[in-house]
């Protein structure tokens, strides 16, 4: 309701003629692949609340591409003919965003990739988190956890999708490290904490006081697991857990020992990806968000680097405060 | 010569006949014995309390469905309600400063009220929009399954509801004597509607809109009345499957429930209650329900790729649909 009245808003003042104003804001669009859970809204908000847009520098509009690859083309379409300066983009697939991306290219609109990757070499540039990282350092996790030896399962994304691939990928360079533990069973859970709950509890009466880790290859599914493990009436403490993207609940287990969780910093990779669309539309324009100074890891390099690599932060007792802080 | 053919042909017959009264059921036996000698957990006390946890949720859908289908209509809205009903209730029920609404945590009593309240609210609009404007359940349901979903996100702002109370999660993780809630709660909601189809007035009265709704008008039975209830009694069910889901995952998720209407459906259809309306029993639906969680459970104990399970239950249900076309071929 609130954006509605703030959209409004912006095109009346368009329509009420003050041309330079028009001219001098760049309009950017975000079109990301669906608002329906936190990560996204986080990575939204942040956007929102970069520097940039709140003094009026830049104008952002943010499409919910509600979990379709057509949705998103079609909103593609509209900001083409809108005459948007820059999109930042979140596809849901990693194929099928490349139709729209060469539409943009085609008529001459900068496209900033963020968070998921797109099969293209028409993007000025990505900002995102490296999966095969994050799967490796939750799986090493794990490992250091039972001592490199023992029984561990995986709990996977849905087959295919690109975070599943990387995040298998380095779960794996993990386990190469070490031979003695037996990933005894590997299954997806598509990101679901109900399906992983289920998995969770047959995989448990399959392999009685066989297993010591538990490898989620997100949150939502280590907290189901968390949840089977619980009502078998067993000790969360007896398991290794881990997950990866630091939502606030996953936060909340942290806290209270059940989990170790790695963050992906959604506001990061939004950030990010809007200081170099403003940069490609305005070349004097120096970063606004504070993201640079906190990731001295990721340098600016004048805006011209074609990829940006937002490290992970593990989840630890000592910072789990300040971070459910930020999700107030 | 001519009596032995016969005495043959009857011997067959019956046996037809006994296939297809007790098919599903006998289907249920069959996958369990095959499943305790195939894997040695299958037939352990704590496995079969597993499997009857992991039917409780959509068994009551499935039981809430039984009704609706019944009387010849369909509720596609039961996924949506789930997680509508989730995040209300559980927005009373937190101990979150952000997520809950002012004063929370209320008594989990309240919060379930409250959830019901959500889910009997859905259905009653259903039922109003099926029964009175004439709307095709198909799309009254379709219409709510987008709306109810819609309100779940705007509602919770696309955040999970977290943190929930002990006394809340008590109907997901409690137990009564070693048997979890959820398992206790199905089956007080399955014996209930046990008595109601086959002892009740409403029941008959369930029966006989779903079978002949023009001779049910005609002999005094007030069909729209009977129409708005059974959706009622499916949305205040989704309701409580929404709660207890909530309750066993820890938190009320917006995405909670999606696509949960089509195992219900499953299950009831796989059960032997005819989409034509006026035949079928809960009886059914509690095999049917038990069929789909038996596979799924043995599936994954075997390690089998869950992929597979979803081409099972597929088959299932097509399997189950031509027995009762059989069946109605030859009554």
Known sequence: ?328 | MTAQTDKQRDARAMATEFAQKYGILLALVLVCVILTFANEYFLTGRNIINVLRQTAINGILAIGMTFVILTRGIDLSVGSVVALAGVVSASLATTSTTAGIAGAPYPALLALFAGLIVGVAAGWVNGIIVSRYRVPAFVATLGMLSAARGLTLLYAGGKPVPALTDGYRYIGTGDILGVPMPVVIFAAVFFVALWVLSQSRFGRQVYAAGGNPHAARVSGINVNRVKLMVYVISGGLAGLAGMILAARTGSALTQAGIAYELDAIAAVVIGGTSLSGGVGKVTGTLIGALLIAVVNNGLDLMGVESYYQQVIKGGLIVAAVMLDQARHKQG
């Open chain 1, 1 to 328: 309701m609130i954006k509605a009245l703030k959209t409004m808003t912006a095109a009346t003042a368009i329509l009420a003629g003050t041309a330079a104003f028009a001219a001098d804001t760049p309009k950017i669009g975000a079109a990301v692949y669906g608002l329906n859970a936190e990560f996204m809204q986080i990575w939204a908000a942040a956007l929102e609340n970069h520097p940039a847009v709140k003094e009026g520098k830049v104008e952002v509009t943010v499409f919910d591409g509600r979990y379709d690859a057509l949705v998103q083309q079609e909103q593609f379409e509209t900001m083409i003919t809108q005459g948007y300066d820059a999109i930042i983009f979140v596809p849901i697939d990693i194929e099928a965003g490349a139709t729209a991306v060469q539409l943009a290219a085609d008529a001459g609109i900068p496209v900033f990739g963020s968070n998921t990757r797109v099969n293209s070499d028409l993007l000025t540039a990505y900002v995102g988190s490296d999966d095969v990282q994050s799967g490796y350092m939750e799986a090493k996790y794990v490992l250091d956890q039972i001592g490199c030896t023992g029984n561990v399962v995986i709990i996977e994304g849905p087959i295919g999708q690109s975070a599943q691939i990387q995040r298998l990928e380095g779960n794996q360079k993990a386990l190469a490290e070490c031979p003695d533990v037996k990933v005894v069973e590997q299954q997806t859970a598509n990101w679901s904490r109900a399906e992983a709950q289920t998995l969770m509890e047959n995989w448990l009466t399959a392999h009685p006081g066989e297993i010591a880790g538990i490898i989620g290859q997100n949150d939502e599914m280590a907290l189901g697991a968390i949840e089977a493990v619980k009502a078998a009436g067993l000790n969360v403490s007896d398991f290794a857990i881990a997950g990866i993207d630091g939502v606030t609940d996953a936060l909340l287990a942290v806290k209270a020992g059940d989990m170790a969780s790695i963050l992906q910093d959604g506001a990061a990779q939004a950030q990010g990806a809007l200081d170099l669309a403003i940069k490609a539309v305005q070349p004097d324009y120096e970063p606004m968000s504070p993201i640079w100074e906190a990731y001295p890891d990721m340098p600016w390099n004048g805006g011209a680097d074609a990829e940006y690599s937002v490290p992970w932060t593990p989840v630890t007792l000592d910072n789990v405060d300040a971070l459910l802080e930020l999700r107030q």
